[in-house]
C-alpha cells in the first residue's frame, strides 16, 4: 500500500491550504494528515481527448458545440496538466455561449417532417429499452465487465495483447447491451431507463478509447506501452486519433493534425531527471535570446 | 408496514396510470422526532417562567407603591410554601433559560476579530456567564449591604 | 444466488406516484463491509435488488450536495454517512424532510432554486472594473470576513433541520440567507442594497427563531444559523435609519 506523508506541513497548513483534503481523510479514512500518512491508490480522474471542437468549441457535426471535459479543443495535449481543467471551462464555456447563441440567431430552420423522423426514430430506441420484458442481462453486470476490462487493457501500461483483448470484451458487452432488461417500466423519475441508455454511450466511448489506443504504436502522454513502442514516435504519430462511429461495428480510426503553437512535444522527466531537464531547457532558452 | 423486498427481480409491469402529484408529509408532532427539537420547545417554554418572574416582581413593585399593608401582604405570600414551591421551579426554568441562551448567543453575533484571532463561540458563551457571575455577585452584595 | 459474508437490513420510504397514492417502507438485505457508505448500500440495492429504486446522487465525496436524505431521522449526505457507524440496523432511510416527495427519495427543488437565483448570488462591483485595472486584492482578514459562508454545496440538509421552513416553505431558509451574507461580506461586492429586500421580508431573517440545527447539520460548517441571526441586526438598522437617510444608514 502506498502512502502520501504531508506530516511535514503542520495542521494548521494542512487546514488552511488543502481543507477538503484534510475531511476527507478524516471522515473517510480516520487518518489525520496532521499525524499519520494517506493511503493512496490511482484511480481514473479525468479523460482527455473527446468530441473534436475547433477555437470556438465548434464540432464537425453544424450547430453542436462543446466544452470541458467530454470536449477536445486541443489545450491539454496527451495529459492534461492540474487545474486547467476548471480554466478550460471558464475560457471555452463563454466562447460556446456566445458561438451556440450566435449559430441559434442565424441559422436557418432545417426540414421539420425529416428531422420530425429522426426525432422519432431516436424516441422509439429510448423506449425500446423500458418497454422490453425479459432479454436477461443487469445493467450493473455489464458495467463492472466494462470497467473492469478498460481497467485490465487500457490502465495505466498497455501492450497489443491487453488492449485487443479489451477491443474483444467490448465487442461482446455491445452485443449484450442489446438484451439490456430494466426493473423499472415506469415513466417518471426512472433512473434504471437513463442508466441503460448512458451504458450504451459508455460502451461507445470506451470503444473509440481502446480502438485508439491499439492503433497508436507509440507511447505518448497517458498512453503509455510495454511492448516495443515505449518512446515516442512524432514521424508517425505526432497527430490526434480520430474514432468516426459506424454503428454496432467497431469505430474506424484515422488521424488528424495537431496544432503546435508554443509548448514543443517533450519528455517529461521527474525528479533528478527532471531538474537536469529543467536546467538544460533553461539553457537553450537563454542562449536563444 | 414493511414489505419484504423478494429476492431477485421484483414485480413486472404494473399498470400505469397518471401519477399522483409530489406527496408532502406532514409537520404534526415533528418537535417530538428528534432530541434536538425536544430541547428547542423546552429553551422556548423556559420564556414563560421569565414572564412569570417578571409578574411577581412587577406585582410586588405595585404592591410597595400602594403602602405598607399592601407591600406586607405581597411579602408575607411570598413567604409562603406553595411560594417557595413556585420559586425553584422558576429558579431551575431560568437557569435553564440562561444556559440555553448562552449557547445560542454565539450565531447572534457578528464576527468578532481579538488580537488577529476569531472570537470562539466557546468564548462568547463563556463571556455571558461571566457577565451573569458579576451581576449576581452584585446582587448579592448590595442585598446583604442593605440587609435590615 | 446467496450472498455470505456479514449483511444489514436497510429500510427505505419509496414512493412511486404511478403506482401509490402514498409512500410505503421497503426493506431489503444488503451485504456489508467496513467501508460502505449509506449510499454504496443503495447503490447496491439498486444494482442488484431492486432497479427501480431512485435517488439523486454524484460525486460520492461529499462536495456536490446531491445525496442529502434522512438517515434514521436525521438529515445526511448519504455518501458520507457509513454503515458501520449504524450497526446493528435497521437502517431507516427517508427522501430529506420538509420537501414535497417526487419519487422514493428524490425531493421537489425547483423553489430552492428559484430562493438561490432570487439572492442574486454573484459579486456586483462597487465601481465598474477593466482588466486593465488588474485583480482585486483582498488581505486574509478580508477573506475570513466570507470564507466559511462559502462553503455551502447546496446539499439543502439545513432546510430538512429547520423547523420554520417545514411549517412555512416560503421561508427563505438558511442555506440561501447564508450565501446572500456570504456576498454582502464580500469587500468585493456592491449588491447589498439590492439584496436588502430579502432579508428585511417576514419570509427573509424574521422567520428564523434560532433553533440553529441547521448550523448542526451541515457537512461543510458554514453555520448558516450565524448567518441569518447576525443580520437581524442589519435588517433592524436597515429598517430604522432609512428614516434618518435616504439610503437607509448607508453613507
Known amino acids: 500500500m502506498l502512502h502520501l506523508d504531508l506530516r511535514h506541513l503542520g495542521e494548521q497548513k494542512l487546514r488552511e491550504r488543502l481543507p477538503q483534503i484534510y475531511e476527507l481523510a478524516v471522515e473517510y479514512l480516520g487518518v489525520d494528515p496532521a499525524t499519520a500518512p494517506i493511503p493512496v491508490l490511482p484511480a481514473v480522474h479525468y479523460t482527455m481527448g473527446g468530441i473534436i471542437a475547433d477555437g470556438s468549441t465548434a464540432s464537425t457535426l453544424t450547430g453542436l458545440y462543446s466544452v470541458g471535459e467530454c470536449s477536445s479543443v486541443g489545450v491539454h495535449g496527451a495529459n492534461r496538466l492540474g487545474s486547467n481543467s476548471l480554466t478550460e471551462l471558464l475560457v471555452f464555456g463563454k466562447v460556446a455561449g456566445a458561438a451556440a447563441a450566435r449559430h441559434a440567431v442565424t441559422v436557418a430552420h432545417g426540414n421539420g417532417a425529416a428531422l420530425g423522423l429522426l426525432a422519432e426514430a431516436a424516441r422509439d430506441r429510448a423506449l425500446a429499452i423500458v418497454l422490453r420484458q425479459g432479454g436477461g442481462e443487469r445493467i450493473a453486470t455489464l458495467r463492472r465487465?466494462?470497467?473492469?476490462?478498460?481497467?485490465?487493457?487500457?490502465?495505466i501500461y498497455r501492450s497489443a495483447q491487453t488492449m485487443q483483448a479489451t477491443c474483444d470484451k467490448l465487442a461482446e458487452l455491445k452485443q449484450r447491451c442489446q438484451r439490456v432488461q430494466v426493473d423499472d417500466h415506469s415513466r417518471g423519475w426512472n433512473t434504471e431507463w437513463l442508466l441503460a441508455i448512458e451504458l450504451?454511450?459508455?460502451?461507445?466511448?470506451?470503444?473509440?478509447?481502446?480502438?485508439?489506443?491499439?492503433?497508436?504504436?507509440?507511447?505518448?502522454?497517458?498512453?503509455?506501452?510495454l511492448d516495443g513502442f515505449e518512446q515516442r514516435d512524432d514521424v508517425n504519430f505526432l497527430q490526434h486519433s480520430l474514432a468516426y462511429f459506424t454503428g454496432d461495428d467497431a469505430p474506424r480510426i484515422a488521424y488528424g493534425p495537431v496544432t503546435i503553437?508554443?509548448?514543443?512535444?517533450?519528455?517529461?522527466?521527474?525528479?533528478?531527471?527532471?531538474?537536469?531537464?529543467?536546467?538544460?531547457?533553461?539553457?537553450?532558452e537563454t542562449s536563444h535570446v | 408496514m414493511i414489505r419484504n423486498a423478494e429476492p431477485g427481480r421484483p414485480a413486472s409491469t404494473p399498470s400505469l396510470r397518471p401519477p399522483a402529484p409530489p406527496y408532502v408529509r406532514p409537520m404534526q408532532g415533528w418537535w417530538q422526532r428528534n432530541p434536538f427539537f425536544v430541547r428547542y420547545m423546552v429553551r422556548e417554554a423556559t420564556a414563560v417562567?421569565?414572564?412569570?418572574?417578571?409578574?411577581?416582581?412587577?406585582?410586588?413593585?405595585?404592591?410597595?407603591?400602594?403602602?405598607?399593608?399592601?407591600?406586607?401582604?405581597?411579602?408575607?405570600?411570598?413567604?409562603?410554601?406553595?411560594?417557595?414551591?413556585l420559586h425553584a421551579v422558576l429558579l431551575v426554568a431560568m437557569v435553564v433559560h440562561a444556559k440555553s441562551w448562552f449557547d445560542i448567543m454565539p450565531k447572534t453575533m457578528p464576527m468578532i476579530v481579538v488580537g488577529g484571532r476569531r472570537l470562539s463561540a466557546e468564548a462568547i458563551t463563556r463571556g455571558g456567564w461571566a457577565a451573569t457571575g458579576l451581576a449576581c455577585a452584585l446582587l448579592f452584595a448590595l442585598a446583604w449591604w442593605w440587609r435590615p | 444466488m446467496s450472498e455470505p459474508g456479514p449483511t444489514i437490513q436497510i429500510e427505505v420510504l419509496r414512493y412511486r406516484p404511478e403506482q401509490e397514492d402514498k409512500p410505503v417502507w421497503q426493506r431489503y438485505t444488503v451485504p456489508f463491509t467496513d467501508d460502505m457508505s449509506v449510499l454504496q448500500g443503495l447503490q447496491h440495492i439498486k444494482d442488484e435488488l431492486d432497479g427501480t429504486l431512485s435517488f439523486r446522487w454524484s460525486c460520492r465525496m461529499a462536495i456536490c450536495g446531491s445525496c442529502g436524505m434522512m438517515v434514521n431521522g436525521k438529515p445526511e449526505l448519504s455518501c458520507k454517512t457509513f454503515?458501520?457507524?449504524?450497526?446493528?440496523?435497521?437502517?431507516?432511510?427517508?427522501?430529506?424532510?420538509?420537501?414535497?416527495?417526487?419519487?422514493?427519495?428524490?425531493?421537489?427543488?425547483g423553489e430552492f432554486v428559484k430562493k438561490l437565483e432570487a439572492i442574486k448570488p454573484y459579486l456586483i462591483p462597487k465601481l465598474p472594473r477593466t482588466l486593465a485595472e488588474g485583480e482585486y486584492l483582498q488581505t486574509p482578514a478580508q477573506l475570513e470576513q466570507f470564507e466559511q459562508y462559502s462553503s455551502c454545496i447546496n446539499c439543502m440538509l439545513c432546510y430538512a433541520a429547520c423547523p420554520q421552513f417545514g411549517l412555512d416553505p416560503g421561508f427563505a431558509g438558511p442555506g440561501v440567507l447564508a450565501l446572500l451574507h456570504r456576498y454582502n461580506a464580500d469587500s468585493r461586492d456592491g449588491g447589498r442594497d439590492e439584496r436588502m429586500p430579502i432579508l428585511n421580508a417576514e419570509e427573509g431573517v424574521w422567520s428564523c427563531t434560532a433553533v440553529g440545527y441547521c448550523s448542526e447539520v451541515c457537512p461543510k460548517h458554514v453555520d448558516p444559523a450565524n448567518a441569518v441571526n447576525q443580520n437581524k441586526v442589519n435588517s433592524a438598522k436597515d429598517y430604522f435609519l432609512r428614516f434618518l437617510t435616504p439610503k437607509g444608514g448607508r453613507p
Open chain 1, 145 to 155: 465487465e466494462m470497467a473492469q476490462s478498460m481497467e485490465d487493457g487500457c490502465g
Open chain 1, 200 to 225: 450504451g454511450y459508455l460502451l461507445d466511448v470506451a470503444q473509440a478509447m481502446a480502438h485508439s489506443a491499439l492503433h497508436r504504436k507509440e507511447s505518448r502522454g497517458s498512453h503509455q506501452r
Open chain 1, 261 to 284: 503553437t508554443h509548448s514543443q512535444p517533450a519528455t517529461r522527466a521527474y525528479g533528478a531527471a527532471g531538474e537536469q531537464a529543467e536546467a538544460e531547457r533553461k539553457t537553450r
Open chain 2, 49 to 85: 417562567a421569565v414572564a412569570m418572574y417578571a409578574l411577581v416582581l412587577t406585582l410586588g413593585v405595585v404592591c410597595l407603591a400602594a403602602g405598607e399593608a399592601a407591600w406586607n401582604g405581597w411579602f408575607d405570600a411570598m413567604r409562603t410554601p406553595w411560594s417557595i414551591g
Open chain 3, 83 to 109: 454503515l458501520r457507524d449504524l450497526l446493528p440496523g435497521p437502517v431507516r432511510i427517508e427522501a430529506l424532510a420538509h420537501f414535497p416527495i417526487e419519487r422514493d427519495l428524490v425531493v421537489s427543488v
